[in-house]
Structures are given as C-alpha cells and as structure tokens.
C-alpha cells in the first residue's frame, strides 16, 4: 500500500508540474472564436469581388466619359453577367471538390479493405511523425481498426490530406448564395448614381457618392472578413480599403490613359 501510494504521490507531482509549466505558456485571454456559418465566406468574398469590380469599372468609365447612363449601363450588365459567372463558378468548383473527396474515400476505402495491415502501419508512423509514442500510436490505430469508417476518415486525412465529404453540403447553394452576394455588394456603387438623379444632374457628384458609399461597403466587409480570419479589425478593414482603392485607381488610370493618350472615348 505504502509503494502504491508513493507511485500515486509521484504522478500527481508530476502531472502538477507538467500543468504549472503548461499554464506559464497558456495566454491569459482566450482568442475570440471565428465566424462560423455555412455561407459566410461565400458571402463575404463574393461581396469583396462584386464591390471592388464594380466601382474599379464605374472609375474608368467616369474617366473616360462623364456620362452617368453609361455607369449604369455598362455597371449592371457587368454585374449581371460577373454575378452569373461567379455564381456558376462556386457551383462547379464546390461539386468537383466533392466528387473528388467521395472518389478518394473509395480508393481508400478499398485499400483499407484488402490491405489492412499496410494502412495499420502507414497510420501509426503517421502518428509517430506527429509525436505520438510508438506504443500509444499502435493502440490508437487498434482501436479505430474496430470501426472501417473512422479508420478511412483517419487515412484520408493522414494521407492525402482530404477531410471526409459533407453530405448535407449543397453545391447548388453555394452558386446561388454567391450570385445573391455578388449582386447585393456590386449594386451598392451603382445605386447611389440613381439615388442622386433627383438631386443633382452633376456626374462627379455621383461618383464621389459611388466612391463613399463603396468605401463603406468595404470596410463592412473588411470587418466581417476580420471577425472570419480573426485577423485585427484594423488591419483587415485598411487592407480591405487599399486593395479597393489601388483596383479602382488603377482601372481610372487606364480609362484616363486611353481617353487623353489613345484618343478612345467609351
């Protein structure tokens, strides 16, 4: 009884003095969690696009001519027919990702099934390499040798890196909640040459309003973007607006260079 606990004794000073040299490393604040949401990314990044594409395409038309019919003509038929490519992009890209991860699941599923022992020992180095000890490796990959699906997952992800396929994610979703984006985010710059038809007939007026209301847009976005990266908001919304206004300054740039230069006019 004394030598067990004695033993007791020594692993609880143990554990203690590992947990005391843990909690030096420990940060004294939590980090904030992300963001998390199904859509969130697709809306947020389709709304960057949609933003910086329109007003960078509103910047050079104003340079090159200073009629507002052409902004909102030109705008809506590049945010229409961009929203539909973006749109018919996520959809294609989000299948293809998931006919691919299925695809992989079954050759590893196979391989699992007909060469059982090779996968084991695969699996138990890969948990070596991570740190895991030799004994403890070969325990874990037993246990999950009790249940075929974990044991695939586990060699999917150790392997090739590809976490199992979501079955409740629908591509078709991702296309339409990223066309939604687009158009929502791309028409702010266009809606407020409209808003101020009745108020003033001059067109640098509007693309001053087109310009604020843009900046505004991307710096809402810039601090959802933060709050899904955990990124510091200040930083995110300032990269958010620099980006914004180096595509736009570049694309007045080309409209002027063409207007005063080439002798094009739009």
Known sequence: MGERGGTTTRLLQTAAAEDGGDSKRKSSERPREPWKGEYVKSIVFAGLDA?????????????????????LVLGFSN???????????????????QEVIIEER???EWDVINQRSKEQS????????????????????NIFTKYKDILVDQRMMADKGV??????????????????????????????????IPFTDSDSIKFVGACLVSALALALLGV??????????IFSVSVTL???????????????LLKHIAGLES
């Open 106 to 108: 079954r050759v590893t």
């Open 224 to 233: 959802a973007k933060a709050r899904i990266a955990g990124q510091n908001i």
């Open 79 to 97: 945010l229409v027919a961009d929203a539909i490519s973006m749109g018919f992009g996520d959809f294609v890209s989000a299948s293809s990702e």
């Open 122 to 141: 695969e699996l138990a180095k890969h948990y070596q390499a991570l740190g895991m000890d030799c004994n403890d490796a070969t325990m874990v990959v």
């Open 163 to 196: 976490l199992p396929a979501d079955q409740e994610v629908k591509p078709w979703k991702n296309g339409l909640v990223t066309f939604a984006s687009f158009m929502l985010f791309g028409s702010a710059p266009l809606l407020s040459f409209i808003v101020l």
């Open 242 to 256: 620099l980006s914004g206004a180096t595509a736009a300054a570049s694309a007045y740039l080309v409209g002027w």
């Open 51 to 71: 933003i910086i594409t329109c007003f960078s395409l509103i910047s050079s038309i104003n340079a090159s001519t200073r009629s507002s019919g052409h902004v």
